[in-house]
T-cell receptor
Framework: AQSVTQLGSHVSVSEGALVLLRCNYSSSVPPYLFWYVQYPNQGLQLLLKYTTGATLVKGINGFEAEFKKSETSFHLTKPSAHMSDAAEYFCAVSSMNTGFQKLVFGTGTRLLVSP | EAGVTQFPSHSVIEKGQTVTLRCDPISGHDNLYWYRRVMGKEIKFLLHFVKESKQDESGMPNNRFLAERTGGTYSTLKVQPAELEDSGVYFC??????????FGPGTRLTVT
């Protein structure tokens, strides 16, 4: 069975500081990996995804993530936090075991950005 | 292009009552999914439709939950009778292919 672990239910950073949100996954087959963001009163929005190919993927709003198979990790980073980045972030995995249709999510990390 | 819409945005019902949630996917998306997030926990898969057929309903909690997708367009998720543990946010998503699911804003269900 697949699973996702997001370390830290809350992460606080100052505006301009590095953002690092951690995600580790468990999958017996090659995974597809996703980061979604949820702003207040909105649906989940895809930030970026890894399917195959280049392991460093760039997403919207300056975010990027690197797939590290040896570490079973897919951490999300952004060099400089902005106030508008305050939201809840979800890491998710899918695989061919479920036809890549079923997303398995982590518990989410709420990013707080202070001035 | 309109996104995934869900109705209602909030619903408060008493234990034992019935509630029906509706999801309208992005036009042309054959795949429709339901997920649920219980407070403080992960978002969990409930089921997946391809057009009007249930492809995977392995995440449905029990037979108090009934999902339908009429004519392969909108979908409804009925909970009957509702229990306290059914409270949470119900998300709907749709997709055209395997690489991205587009999510709606969710319906917050509170069972008292």
């Amino acid at each position: 069975a697949q699973s996702v672990t997001q370390l830290g239910s809350h992460v606080s950073v100052s505006e301009g500081a590095l953002v690092l949100l951690r995600c580790n996954y468990s999958s017996s087959v090659p995974p597809y990996l996703f980061w979604y963001v949820q702003y207040p009163n909105q649906g989940l929005q895809l930030l970026l995804k890894y399917t195959t190919g280049a392991t460093l993927v760039k997403g919207i709003n300056g975010f990027e993530a690197e797939f590290k198979k040896s570490e079973t990790s897919f951490h999300l980073t952004k060099p400089s936090a902005h106030m508008s980045d305050a939201a809840e972030y979800f890491c998710a995995v899918s695989s061919m075991n479920t036809g890549f249709q079923k997303l398995v999510f982590g518990t989410g990390t709420r990013l707080l950005v202070s001035p | 292009e309109a996104g995934v819409t869900q109705f209602p945005s909030h619903s408060v019902i008493e234990k034992g009552q019935t509630v029906t949630l509706r999801c309208d996917p992005i036009s042309g998306h054959d795949n429709l999914y339901w997920y649920r997030r219980v407070m403080g926990k992960e978002i969990k898969f409930l089921l997946h439709f391809v057009k009007e057929s249930k492809q995977d309903e392995s995440g449905m909690p029990n037979n108090r939950f009934l999902a339908e997708r009429t004519g392969g367009t909108y979908s409804t998720l009925k909970v009957q009778p509702a229990e306290l543990e059914d409270s949470g946010v119900y998300f709907c998503a749709s997709s055209q292919d395997l690489s991205e699911q587009y999510f709606g804003p969710g319906t917050r269900l509170t069972v008292t």
